[in-house]
């Protein structure tokens, strides 16, 4: 069932233990993110983000001891904007507190048989499908919460999770030149 922005918007104050992100694309198409990504391709500093709304609702969840998590499944060569989260935004919900992990590319066939689809998963119990247009832009959100799907994803993420790197380690391999 699809939500409204809203519903979406809702489960990210209403969840109690944990909320899971898979994210499976090279690159996303988000409005909000113009400017700052053209100002990263551009080459300028790292900007400060702490008062932005998303990063302060996650680091509320987490301080509440809620756990945020993120893993996203690396291409064999990163994209501009792969770069640009791993270093302009992932680097802010490290510091709010969130667990940000990268699935290398070898595991990839794995971890598509298991979630076609970008996807949250909620306290295990909540599940959104996330639909993209093939530019990256989210259509749709879709409640997918019966029990086959949610097995689905609990299993994804208990197959990501052991196979992924944390972001100290990429950002590492980055700085190295050996993750381009």
Not at 20 to 44: H, N, S, W
Request: aromatic content about 12%; proline content about 7%; glycine content about 4%.
């Amino acid at each position: 069932m699809p939500l409204s922005a809203d519903e979406f918007q809702s489960l990210f104050g209403s969840f109690e233990k944990s909320a899971f992100r898979l994210q499976l694309l090279p690159e996303y198409e988000i409005v909000d993110e113009q400017e700052d990504y053209a100002k990263f391709l551009a080459g300028e500093p790292l900007p400060e983000r702490s008062g932005i709304p998303w990063l302060k609702t996650m680091a509320g969840q987490v301080s509440r001891g809620r756990e945020w998590t993120n893993v996203h499944l690396l291409p064999e060569c990163l994209t501009p904007y792969l770069r640009y989260l791993i270093d302009w935004w992932y680097v802010y919900q490290d510091r709010a507190g969130a667990r940000i992990r990268f699935l290398p590319h070898r595991y990839a066939q794995e971890i598509h048989a298991l979630a076609p689809h970008d996807f949250w998963l909620f306290d295990d119990r909540v599940m959104i499908l996330l639909h993209y247009a093939p530019s990256g832009e989210l259509l749709e959100a879709e409640d997918a919460s019966s029990p086959a799907s949610l097995a689905l994803a609990r299993r994804a993420r208990d197959f990501a999770l052991p196979h992924a790197e944390n972001l100290r380690a990429i950002l590492a391999r980055r700085r190295a030149g050996s993750l381009a």
